[in-house]
């Protein structure tokens, strides 16, 4: 449909198996992410774009432990280990990916002082990326998430494209879970209220 995206989060070397941030089952969601770029004429992918010594990342703060909660100028915030470092071989790209269909790649964390999970906008919730606007641009009405992980930067994308009007669905099978206390249940229980279509790869 030429009024349809899919978008493709984060999937990268760190996150999957093996890496810095893997997230359970990465690897085996690459087969279902790339059937469904197989499937869309319009494909864009966001990549994790950390500066060395990000400010979250655990390494950067004394005596904090990775997965521990931080006060940020904007709120709480997670520690990280060190993780899709600009330039290193954990930010790139899976290698099986299929990423010879992406018409961009939204490159995001490269603020020092800002983590960044949704695609749309930095935790700040303030400082943008400039995707809506493109999308709009191009006249894109609905949207089909996948990638990694689907409680962070997967569900806060898609809640924000939702924010931002469009048709949203995240497709289940074609993501995976860090599951930090309990954060996949929430985030499912937030996808539904926000009225995002949760469904499984065709």
């Known amino acids: 449909m030429p009024n349809e995206a899919l978008i493709v989060i984060d999937m990268q070397n760190d996150f999957c198996d093996g890496g810095a941030l893997a997230v359970p089952g990465a690897n085996a969601t690459v087969p279902f992410v790339n059937r469904l770029i197989s499937r869309y004429d319009n494909v864009i992918l966001t990549q994790d ?3 060395a010594g990000h400010a979250s990342f655990a390494s950067s703060w004394k005596d904090a432990a990775p997965f521990s909660t931080v006060q940020f100028s904007y709120g709480p915030q ?7 470092v600009q330039g290193s071989p954990g930010a ?4 099986d990916l299929d990423v010879v269909k992406a018409q961009m790649i939204v490159r ?3 603020h020092a002082g800002i983590d960044s999970y949704s695609a749309f906008r930095e935790n700040d919730r303030m400082t943008r990326t400039g995707l809506d606007g493109y ?3 191009r006249g894109f009405t609905r949207l089909v998430f996948c990638g990694l992980a689907f409680d962070y930067c ?3 994308s898609a809640i924000d494209a939702r924010q931002a009007g469009f048709d949203v669905a ?3 099978d074609a993501t995976a879970a860090i599951d930090l206390d309990g954060s996949r249940k929430r985030m499912m229980t937030e996808l539904r209220q926000a ?3 949760l469904t499984e790869t065709p």
């Open 49 to 51: 774009w950390h500066p």
């Open 78 to 84: 997670t520690l990280w280990p060190d993780h899709c």
């Open 92 to 95: 790139d790209f899976h290698p």
């Open 108 to 110: 995001k964390g490269f």
């Open 135 to 137: 999308l709009k641009a």
């Open 154 to 156: 997967v569900a806060w």
């Open 170 to 172: 995240v497709v289940l």
């Open 195 to 197: 009225g995002i279509n």
